[in-house]
């Protein structure tokens, strides 16, 4: 009979009293669950395996990206009540207007409902490309909603951001540099339309965490303090000075330490109090990014979680600028952040499912000849003395019996069947070894030497394609297997994707006592799924993925909860096929086919291949242009 746990001990397990931020839940059944939090009201968690079973029966196969259109809205409404809650307790005199950055996620899906449920707060977007700015001005925005214009631009860019305002938009050109002032100077003059300007000024102050580059006076964008009083001379000669009325900072992305975010700020009122006194009239103060999402539910500074929350943070701003006005003797900008990661990132998880392992646990002690080398016997001996308190030990003498038995076979002395009984009784000593641990626990040095030895779960989906920031900046994300947690794991597991790369793995993991190089996983049984949950995906790793082995985009799904333990599909995009992937990398799979058809009929000609396996080989070839590029 299988070890039992609680619901309980499963989420302090894999942490997800942490990490779950009231949306994710352990059923009594062992059943990961989806629920809207309390703040929505009560609701009946959602069974995963159950959502997974009503999609599968619908022709939706795994991967798939799993978006909930409630937790959509989540974090924009958390962080504008942050901000209004932070304005009425300080009394500010100012307004908050936030802007999603589309960048953080441009799929139109996500960009509408945002639109949508940021109407009552005036909620505008950020478009830092000219694709992006023709996203903004397609959306129904509110009438105080404003679009920021960030990054470089071109005529092009400022012509069409100008000719916006004609027809309502409250659209702000950022100035990145001296010269691009003389560029929108140009094109306003042409058009004899007076645009909206802003300035991005980089401060000195550099925050910690992994994006620290990003801020300071190193930053790749924005004015420093010997340029911005030029600007403002040759916008006061031009007569563009009243244009002005933004002043935009970058504190860096998933700001860690909420100190930072005070002393980043302060330096930012200091900057805007000085351009008001030279006459600059500044009314709105835009801070960018920097709000974080605690993935790891450690809620310290670091470079996967912060020491703040959302209140905290929009009080830490809100109460900076409040007291630096009224020193200084200026009216309350209306505030701005572009806060992106934190409104999206809980809104998605990618769920797949285990194909296979490769098990680097024996359960059964290999039988021994007499005739097999004494270090054979030394190994399989280790078992006598498996005790707590020699652990480390066992550990210690199966490593050295293993590596002079591959010695010996590396000379010729010992034949590839010894070997192979040898590798066996390592893992099985080893498994007696991880057994102990688990029942009375061990040092941390051996503890850490094990996870060399985990088990390999093979899964359907690709790294690079649907989590590219785990490969390319060490990003962790909740992942949790989603069934079975009623029972007690029995196994360690990296993961590993489909793609024919061994940086296609995840091999850091969240639990409740810290993070680790595996995941605690059960033994898979046949001919039943086993799926696995990486949570809170929803910022970046949609847009930022590529196409390693010509992976391409999974299946995605948006549904709604409906309160009662069901759910229904909002919206759906169906996967990559083949011949999608192929025509993005500049392949015509109608070409594909015909020179397919032509080495076929070659074959047919040549008598290897008759008429009827002919029409086999084609249709076979057909069927897969039209598939999923995944595992089906």
């Not at 968690?45 to 978006?67: F, K, Q, Y």
Request: net charge negative; proline share 4%; glycine share 8%.
């Amino acid at each position: 009979m299988k070890d039992q746990q609680s619901s309980s001990e499963a989420a302090d397990l894999y942490g997800v009293s942490a990490w779950g931020q009231g949306l994710v839940h352990v059923l009594p059944n062992g059943d990961v669950a989806l629920a809207d939090p309390a703040e929505n009201g009560a609701t009946v968690p959602v069974s995963l395996p159950a959502i997974l079973e009503g999609l599968n029966e619908r022709g939706i196969a795994t991967p798939i990206l799993l978006r909930v259109q409630s937790f959509l809205e989540i974090g924009l409404r958390r962080l504008n009540d942050a901000f209004s809650n932070a304005i009425a307790a300080t009394e500010y005199r100012g307004d908050y207007r936030g802007v999603f950055p589309i960048k953080v996620n441009q799929q139109a899906e996500v960009v509408g409902r945002l639109v949508q449920a940021g109407q009552p707060y005036h909620y505008g977007l950020e478009a830092g490309s000219k694709p992006e700015l023709i996203v903004a001005l397609a959306q129904p925005l509110a009438e105080q909603s404003l679009i920021i214009c960030n990054g470089i631009k071109d005529d092009e860019f400022i012509r069409l951001a100008i000719l916006s305002l004609k027809l309502g938009f409250r659209t702000v050109i950022v100035l990145e540099s001296l010269k691009e002032f003389e560029i929108v100077k140009r094109v306003s003059d042409e058009l004899g339309i007076k645009p909206l300007l802003g300035v991005r000024v980089k401060l000195t102050q550099v925050v910690t965490g992994k994006w620290a580059s990003s801020s300071g006076d190193r930053s790749s964008f924005g004015i420093g303090a010997d340029q911005i009083v030029t600007l403002v001379e040759r916008m006061r000669e031009t007569g563009f000075l009243d244009c002005l009325v933004l002043q935009h900072n970058h504190l860096g992305s998933q700001v860690p330490n909420v100190i930072d975010v005070r002393r980043t700020v302060t330096e930012a009122c200091r900057f805007y109090s000085e351009l008001r006194r030279l006459g600059v009239p500044l009314a709105f103060l835009d801070m960018g990014g920097g709000l974080g999402v605690d993935y790891t539910g450690e809620k310290r500074a670091s470079d996967n979680s912060v020491n703040y929350t959302v209140d905290e943070y929009a009080a830490a701003i809100v109460e900076t600028v409040g007291y630096a006005m009224d020193e200084a003797g200026h009216p309350h900008p209306t505030l701005v952040t572009e806060s992106g990661r934190f409104v999206v990132a809980l809104s998605s998880m990618l769920i797949f499912d285990v194909l296979d392992a490769t098990l680097y646990g024996v359960p059964q002690r290999p039988d021994l000849t007499e005739n097999e080398h004494h270090f054979l016997h030394d190994m399989v001996a280790i078992e006598e003395y498996v005790k707590p308190g020699r652990l480390q030990e066992c550990f210690n003498d199966a490593v050295y019996y293993r590596d002079e038995i591959r010695a010996l076979f590396r000379r010729g002395q010992m034949d590839i069947t010894q070997l192979a009984t040898a590798e066996r009784c390592f893992l099985y000593i080893l498994k007696r070894v991880q057994t102990v641990i688990r029942e009375n626990g061990a040092g941390e040095a051996l503890s850490e030497a094990l996870e060399g030895f985990v088990d390999y779960y093979h899964c359907n989906f690709s790294l690079f394609q649907s989590l590219p920031d785990v490969w390319a900046i060490d990003q962790l994300h909740p992942v949790i297997p989603l069934q079975r947690l009623n029972e007690q794991p029995t196994r360690r597991a990296v993961l590993t994707d489909i793609t024919c790369d061994s940086d296609g793995k995840i091999d850091s993991f969240i639990l409740g006592d810290g993070i680790h190089k595996s995941l605690p996983v059960h033994d898979l049984e046949e001919d039943k799924p086993y799926h696995i949950g990486v949570f809170f995906v929803g910022a970046y790793q949609e847009t930022l993925g590529d196409l390693h082995n010509l992976f391409g985009d999974a299946n995605v799904v948006t549904i709604s909860l409906t309160g009662e333990g069901g759910f229904t599909i909002e919206h759906e995009t169906e996967g990559d096929t083949i011949a999608e992937v192929l025509s993005y990398v500049e392949y015509d799979p109608g070409d594909c086919l015909d020179a397919f058809r032509k080495t076929v009929e070659r074959a047919v000609a040549k008598g290897t291949v008759n008429s009827a396996e002919r029409r086999s080989l084609i249709a076979a070839y057909k069927d897969s242009l039209g598939g999923y590029t995944y595992f089906e």
